[in-house]
């Protein structure tokens, strides 16, 4: 199994600032790297897949890189409605697997 | 537009069985693999299963296999999860979700459109 590392756990950010969030693969998932965002009561919305390409009708603000073992997501000017929990998730072989979650909070 | 809507939660005790569903709209739900994903309370994500979009091939975690199955009925556009010697471990909110692509099964992907989720509790 393909473990998915996310750090901080937790990030404080105040609006309009950058956020910069991290994830690390235990074995190269290539470019095959998905983004979450969930809020509290409500599903995930898919973000970014294939490491770098946003999903329908999300905002410029969102951009995904990294390949290999290690990926990131940078929100560029954070918003109030992007105060949230960010998962990761590998999709390199049938046995796919998120990682633990990012909490980003407001400071 | 696209729509998932589960069903079947509830309360069951340790070791019994239940049969979750997943009633699809707004798409052409025989020509998509579809997911289910779940999360306890409190805590993060975890894939579960996933399923074909001819129903011909299934994969699922680890933690789930020979107990879980997965399945779906094409001609009645539902999706299904049946959980058999359910454990208190697999108490938490259940989510189906779509595969992005259409009529492609080689690699997997990741669900483009998730549902509301069905909270699955297992307690004597």
């Known amino acids: 199994e393909i473990v998915m590392t996310q750090s901080p756990a937790t990030l404080s950010v105040s609006p309009g600032e950058r956020a910069t969030l991290s994830c690390r693969a235990s074995?190269?998932?290539?470019?095959?790297l998905a983004w979450y965002q969930q809020k509290p009561g409500q599903a995930p919305r898919l973000l970014i897949y294939?490491?770098?390409t946003r999903a329908t009708g999300i905002p410029a603000r969102f951009s995904g890189s990294g390949s290999g073992t290690e990926f990131t997501l940078t929100i560029s000017s954070l918003q109030s409605e992007d105060f949230a929990v960010y998962y990761c998730q590998q999709y390199n072989n049938w046995l796919l697997t998120f990682g633990q979650g990012t909490r980003l909070e407001i400071k | 537009q696209v729509q998932l809507v589960e069903s079947g939660g509830g309360v069951v005790q340790p070791g019994r069985s239940l049969r979750l569903s997943c009633a699809a709209s707004g798409f052409t739900f025989s020509s998509y693999g579809m997911h289910w994903v779940r999360q306890a309370p409190g805590k993060g994500l975890e894939w579960v299963a996933v399923i074909s979009y001819d129903g011909s091939n299934k994969y699922y975690a680890d933690s789930v296999k020979g107990r879980f199955t997965i399945s779906r009925d094409n001609s009645k556009n539902t999706l299904y999860l049946q959980m058999n010697s359910l454990r208190a471990e697999d108490t938490a909110v259940y989510y189906c979700a779509k595969d992005p692509r259409f009529l492609e099964w080689l690699f997997p992907a990741p669900g483009d459109y998730w549902g509301q989720g069905t909270l699955v509790t297992v307690s004597s």
């Open positions: 294939g490491a770098s």
């Open positions: 074995q190269s998932v290539s470019s095959n």
